[in-house]
């Protein structure tokens, strides 16, 4: 449709059914619950008004699935609308919609951007063509509390990381070049601005209280950065910021998303986060929510509908707000026709079964996996020798399907390939015994088994959305079964499935070897088997600290320096009763024979405005095996006029290295890459020496200086 036709749809619209565009809600109202196809992701609200003409005023519907369901409600509503402007579909696929991919904190650990694109654009298929239109991911929160249940939804506690990957599969999604959504592709909605991962002792909906500084240099940057590519919505978050709730902040949403980020699309809110204004106590009732979320600039407001109660005395207060009020339905009805929904609103329902499942989209899954894989520890155990045949799988995940994770989506657990499955495909000599517990299995059996996998983890509810947990340990009943597996003088090794680090300073000991899958998805048991039977290596990295205990979070690399650095005294900064740092760093994950780096160069030692120095060195793969090798180059600056982190990981980049070969490698730096938000924020650099790690945090490979 030619725009000047939306421009006069836009004028020829009621006041009700501008409002009905910048409302959501659940499908159910259309066609009653179908439970199989319609998630719920949030508290119930009362629907008020939703009935009668007002049901087919509304501009879009959440968490419904399937091109028929989709088509049910959509062909229902332009039946009976005035005006047959189309609905747009939204929902929750945030590591995939049928075929399941690894949870984003697992796809973090890949580092590689092509990696999330893929998932997305394989996602946005899925998405399409059954249906929906809008995908409320990626999540750029930055996290430093493994507590926060919502860790698992993150890309970990690195800015710039955060903010690359967002960016990457927000590209993914779309599929189209600056903001443009191609035929198969869907509208990213980056969430959720802002400063979400924040929330006070790691609890869920908590406030967040930073100073400007923290935010623009950290908790803002990877919004800022995934901004540049455009995604089409923006989700405001649930919590405060200093004192005022984002749903309500005209400076967050007017001033740093619109103005300074300059992001010009549509914001919706996250669930019934209008309405808890009242909760946050900064409304008195439900037209004051709506009217401070309006002012704020909330363009769609997500499931609570205090918009549509009250748009008429709100109005009649603030007239100047028809003006906003115009420009943001004329952004969505804009959407609905770039999408092409007012010519064909509908999914095509033969085409769905084709695309869902797809076998390109399940090896994807399986790469993705296999990638995303962390060895956190390998005492020569790993991978299973060859002549090890008999092997027992014991543990609560031995034979289990339970492996997609939290936001499983329309993720079924009767397609996940389980690690026995996988195990077998990898080798079918394999002669396998699986166990919940050691006492399952019979002593003859223990007795002839050449090989423990120890499949053990935090069960997948227990993490995601409102899953804050004070103790983040083992279940003890798992450590038990580690120390009985300990004492048959097997040779064992342990797989890991969790949404989130653990604290494991209390088994670790007695684990020779661990391979951290996080909840790896459709593909589980084939990507894992491929790992631990040696034809293929783990090359995972973490992307997110491991505490030692619990109470060790929030743990994160680029901590500041103190006045008493961490050292044996106890006048420093450290717990008395835990080591110093963490049990495993951020960066740290090992392939099955070490990566060698050697003759690191740099073209000059002085920093010098405008032109880049480069950093060239050698990484050497000893193994058979062909391999991605993520390598990681951090700075340190020795004296800066504001306190700046210990270390700060600059560039990254993911190099294939074939296997017994070396490849050379570059790296190139400039100024801007030293500089820092001082006190004042301003981007400053000061003359001094500066030290360059790569990889490893302890020892650097150069430095240089700037005069
Ligand atoms: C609440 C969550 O915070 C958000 O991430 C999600 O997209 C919405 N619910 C919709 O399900």
Same mark, same amino acid.
């Given at each position: ?25 659940? &499908? ?31 501009? /879009? ?9 989709? +088509? ?35 796809? *973090? ?27 409320f991911s990626p999540m750029v929160d ?11 939804e ?7 990381? /955060?903010?690359?990957?967002g960016?990457?599969?927000?590209? &993914? ?15 990213a909605c980056l969430k959720h601005f802002?400063?979400y ?26 919004y ?7 995604p089409?919505f923006v989700m405001s978050s649930?919590?405060?910021? *200093? ?5 309500? /902040? ?8 619109? &103005? ?8 919706i809110?996250d ?33 609570? %509908? ?11 207060? +603030? ?24 010519? +064909? ?60 994770? +939290? ?131 783990? %090359? ?9 205990? *619990? ?18 005294? /106890? ?137």
């Amino acid at each position: 449709m030619e725009n000047r036709k939306i421009i006069e749809l836009l004028q020829e619209m009621t006041l009700a059914e501008k409002i009905g565009q910048l409302s959501q809600t659940t &499908g159910e109202h259309y066609i009653g619950k179908v439970d199989s196809e319609m998630v719920e992701t949030g508290p119930d609200f009362p629907a008020h008004m939703l009935e009668g003409d007002t049901l087919y005023t509304m501009g /879009s519907i959440i968490g419904v699935s399937s091109a028929g369901i989709t +088509n049910r409600i959509q062909r229902q509503y332009l039946e009976r609308s005035r005006l047959k402007v189309p609905l747009l579909f939204m929902h929750d696929a945030i590591h995939g919609y049928k075929t399941i991919f690894p949870i984003p904190l697992g796809l *973090s650990c890949t580092w590689d951007e092509r990696i999330l694109q893929q998932v997305a654009e394989d996602t946005a298929s899925e998405l399409r063509a059954t249906g929906i239109h809008v995908n409320f991911s990626p999540m750029v929160d930055l996290v430093r509390d493994s507590r926060w249940g919502r860790v698992m939804e993150s890309f970990g506690e690195d800015h710039l990381l /955060s903010g690359n990957l967002g960016r990457a599969m927000i590209r &993914g999604y779309q599929k189209g070049e600056h903001g443009v959504i191609a035929d198969s592709g869907v509208a990213a909605c980056l969430k959720h601005f802002a400063a979400y991962g924040a929330g006070i002792g790691g609890k869920d909906y908590n406030a967040v209280d930073m100073s400007w500084r923290e935010f623009y240099a950290y908790y803002g940057k990877p919004y800022e950065i995934a901004l540049q590519e455009k995604p089409k919505f923006v989700m405001s978050s649930f919590n405060s910021f *200093s004192g005022i709730p984002v749903t309500a /902040s005209e400076e967050m949403m007017k001033e740093i998303l619109r &103005g300074t980020y300059q992001f010009d699309e549509i914001i919706i809110s996250d669930w019934g986060a209008v309405s808890e204004l009242q909760n946050h106590r900064i409304a008195a009732d439900g037209k004051e929510a709506a009217e401070l979320a309006l002012k704020a600039g909330i363009d769609i407001e997500m499931v609570s %509908t205090l918009y549509l109660q009250h748009y008429e005395e709100i109005l009649a207060n +603030n007239p100047a707000l028809l003006q906003e009020i115009d420009a943001a339905v004329l952004k969505i009805l804009q959407f609905k026709n770039e999408l092409g929904l007012f010519e +064909n609103p509908y999914a095509d329902e033969d085409l769905e079964h084709e695309v869902l499942l797809n076998p390109r989209f399940l090896e994807n899954a399986k790469n993705a996996a296999k990638r995303s894989c962390v060895l956190l520890k390998n005492e020569q155990m790993l991978p299973i020798k060859q002549e090890y045949k008999n092997i027992i799988i014991v543990g609560p995940f031995a034979g289990s399907n339970q492996l997609l994770g +939290n936001w499983k989506c329309k993720g079924s657990f009767d397609d996940v390939v389980t690690l026995p499955e996988g195990m077998k495909r990898a080798d079918e000599s394999l002669n396998l015994q699986v166990y919940e517990t050691l006492k399952d299995c019979p002593a003859s059996r223990l007795e002839q088994c050449d090989f423990i996998v120890v499949a053990i983890g935090e069960q997948w509810e227990l993490s995601g959305e409102g899953h804050s947990s004070v103790n983040i340990e083992l279940e003890s009943s798992q450590q038990q079964l580690i120390r009985e597996v300990k004492q048959t003088n097997k040779p064992y090794a342990c797989i890991c499935f969790s949404g989130r680090p653990l604290a494991l300073q209390n088994i670790i000991d007695d684990i020779p070897a661990l391979l951290w899958c996080w909840y790896p998805g459709t593909q589980a048991g084939n990507a894992i088997a491929e790992l631990i039977t040696g034809r293929g290596t783990p %090359t995972g990295k973490l992307t997110m600290s491991f505490p030692r205990h *619990s109470s060790q979070a929030p743990i994160y690399y680029n901590e500041y320096s103190t006045g008493r650095p961490a050292n044996e005294s /106890s006048y420093s900064s450290r717990y008395q009763d835990c080591e110093i740092g963490p049990l495993f760093p951020f960066g740290h994950g090992l392939t099955y024979t070490d990566t060698q780096y050697s003759g690191f160069r740099i073209s000059r030692h002085d920093l010098t405005d405008g032109q880049e120095l480069t950093i060239s060195f050698e990484v050497s793969n000893p193994s058979k095996y062909d391999y991605d090798e993520t390598v990681i180059l951090y700075i340190e600056d020795l004296v800066s006029r504001a306190v700046r982190p210990i270390r700060e990981m600059k560039k990254y980049r993911v190099i294939s290295v074939p296997a017994y070969q070396t490849v050379s490698v570059q790296m190139t730096l400039s100024v801007d890459d030293f500089r820092y938000l001082d006190h004042q924020l301003q981007q400053t650099i000061e003359p001094g020496k500066f030290n360059i790690y790569i990889n490893d945090l302890q020892t650097p490979i150069a430095s240089v200086e700037y005069r």
